[in-house]
T-cell receptor, first 114, second 114 residues
Framework: GESVGLHLPTLSVQEGDNSIINCAYS??????FIWYKQESGKGPQFIID?????DKRQGQRVTVLLNKTVKHLSLQIAATQPGDSAVYFC?????????????FGPGTRLSVLP | NAGVTQTPKFQVLKTGQSMTLQCAQD?????MYWYRQDPGMGLRLIYY???????DKGEVPNGYNVSRLNKREFSLRLESAAPSQTSVYFC?????????????FGDGTRLSIL
């Protein structure tokens, strides 16, 4: 596979357990946030998003929590499966970033143990 | 539905050579983007096109040029490749620049400059 993610933090979880991946964002004016999943050799894949007027949003097996007070975002994956192994990163839509573009975190590698 | 298609998938160049990376989307999106992804770092914006007929610099534009050929296609050109441009390049699109909608990514071009 490609070398992306060589120096990323890694979270290892047992299959069937819940995973929590955290992200600190930089701009208090950011109003929209996304979690992406990136498998080796693939492009980022949209998982779930949340707007700044919400604290929590749930999808299928995934939940995103937003804490604007401390500028923190988390992704919870329920009943983690081997297919969840990937790099996960957050993105914030920052009004002041190059015409209101996204700022991307470096990511966390999730490793699911059998 | 192909989404965002990038060509080529892999390329090796010698220092000083030029090449164009191609990107096309079939989702009728107005905005398109070029990023580079390097180990341990978040995606960095090279150039973007908020709408057909416009292009703007992102965070790391030096050494690159872009062309928004039509609504579907957005190409990235390296005029004189340098080893520092060895990276994985991703093209993305979304409905509009100011929309709270996610970007959709292609699967990348892995570029090595010798």
């Amino acid at each position: 596979g490609e070398s992306v993610g060589l120096h990323l933090p890694t979270l290892s979880v047992q299959e069937g357990d819940n995973s929590i991946i955290n992200c600190a964002y930089s701009n208090s004016a950011s109003d929209y946030f996304i979690w992406y999943k990136q498998e080796s050799g693939k492009g980022p894949q949209f998982i779930i998003d949340i707007r700044s007027n919400m604290d929590k949003r749930q999808g299928q097996r995934v939940t995103v929590l937003l804490n604007k007070t401390v500028k923190h975002l988390s992704l919870q994956i329920a009943a983690t499966q081997p297919g969840d192994s990937a790099v996960y990163f957050c993105a914030e839509n920052s009004p002041k970033n190059y015409g209101q573009n996204f700022v991307f975190g470096p990511g966390t590698r999730l490793s699911v143990l059998p | 539905n192909a989404g965002v298609t990038q060509t080529p998938k892999f390329q090796v160049l010698k220092t000083g050579q030029s090449m164009t990376l191609q990107c096309a989307q079939d989702m009728n999106h107005n905005s398109m983007y070029w990023y580079r992804q390097d180990p341990g770092m978040g995606l960095r914006l090279i150039y973007y096109s908020a709408s057909e007929g416009t292009t703007d610099k992102g965070e790391v534009p030096n050494g690159y040029n872009v062309s928004r050929l039509n609504k579907r296609e957005f190409s990235l050109r390296l005029e004189s490749a340098a080893p520092s441009q060895t990276s994985v390049y991703f093209c993305a699109s979304r409905i509009g620049q100011e929309s709270n909608q996610p970007q959709h990514f292609g699967d990348g071009t892995r570029l090595s400059i010798l």
